[in-house]
């Protein structure tokens, strides 16, 4: 995935991309689960090449990463809480809700402790991969 945006901030190795919302997503009705209230959508990204704030950039992420983490995030709480569902059904209705909202929780807890420690790594960050104005000092 390629989109366009303009760094906010710098730190370190890191920067804050601003992206807007494009013309579309006016008319779309899930465009607060993007966006939120505002049409502008703030990310973290990698910043290897130097980019400075108001320069406008290309940022991309790789479909297998964005892969692996909706499936860390949606797909790994949603497995656990089905095998603990098919765990309790060997003995009763009340042992299979309890056991599914187990897996639940314990996959929510496992996605969240890979979420900080990921996120101290910048595995899942996508990257500034050009600069496309110099608009900053």
């Not at 730190?11 to 013309?23: H, Y």
């Not at 709480?77 to 056991?99: C, F, K, N």
Request: charged content about 15%; glycine content about 10%; aromatic content about 6%.
């Amino acid at each position: 995935m390629r989109k366009k945006g303009w760094v906010v901030t710098v730190s370190g190795g890191l920067a804050t991309v601003c992206f807007q919302a494009k013309e579309s997503c006016k008319d779309c009705d899930a465009r607060r689960l993007c966006h939120g209230t505002d049409s502008r959508h703030l990310v973290v990204v990698q910043n290897n090449i130097g980019a400075n704030p108001e320069d406008e950039v290309y940022v991309v992420q790789s479909a297998g990463i964005a892969f692996a983490a909706s499936f860390l995030l949606f797909g790994l709480p949603i497995l656990l809480s089905v095998i603990g569902l098919l765990v309790g059904s060997r003995w009763h209705e009340t042992a299979s809700l309890v056991s599914g909202l187990a897996g639940l929780i314990l996959g929510l807890l496992i996605a969240k402790l890979l979420n900080n420690r990921f996120a101290r790594t910048s595995v899942f960050l996508a990257k500034i991969t050009e600069i496309i104005a110099h608009k900053g000092p």
